[in-house]
């Protein structure tokens, strides 16, 4: 899927038990919902937290690294959550997985983006 793919599109991919996997780590200027990442107010993308809060499916939170020799290892942890969960708490809950990892690879991370320029009023 690439991003102006339609929602409904993306919900039928759940609905059928596929996997819909979104990069959450930009700036989402004021469509965003502001969580802590590095203890700076950062405007993340909830479209992630919306996904799963409207169709049930399952988050699962992943990353990449290189390891000395070379070797890629991909990791996936199941974002475990309450049923209750709000945009915000989900939100947070992957971005805090994120900084983690952020800080056991930093050369991983690129930052060539401006992840907080948008700010809170």
């Given amino acids: 899927?690439?991003?102006?793919?339609?929602?409904?599109k993306m919900y039928?991919?759940?609905?059928?038990?596929?996997?819909?996997?979104?990069?959450?780590?930009q700036d989402a200027k004021k469509r965003g919902v502001f969580v802590n990442f590095f203890d700076q107010p950062s405007s993340t993308p909830k479209g992630s937290a919306i996904f799963h809060m409207q169709s049930g499916a399952?988050?699962?939170?992943?990353?990449?690294?290189?390891?000395?020799?070379?070797?890629?290892?991909?990791?996936?942890?199941?974002?475990?959550?309450?049923?209750?969960?709000?945009?915000?708490t989900i939100t947070q809950t992957y971005t805090t997985m994120l900084e983690e990892k952020v800080r056991e690879y930093p050369d991983h991370y690129f930052w060539f983006h401006r992840k907080w320029k948008t700010r809170t009023e």
């Fill in 1 to 8: 899927l690439y991003r102006k793919s339609s929602l409904d």
């Fill in 12 to 25: 039928a991919l759940l609905k059928e038990n596929n996997m819909l996997i979104l990069a959450s780590d």
């Fill in 58 to 88: 399952p988050m699962v939170f992943s990353v990449a690294h290189k390891e000395k020799d070379g070797t890629v290892v991909i990791s996936f942890s199941k974002i475990e959550l309450n049923g209750s969960a709000s945009i915000e």
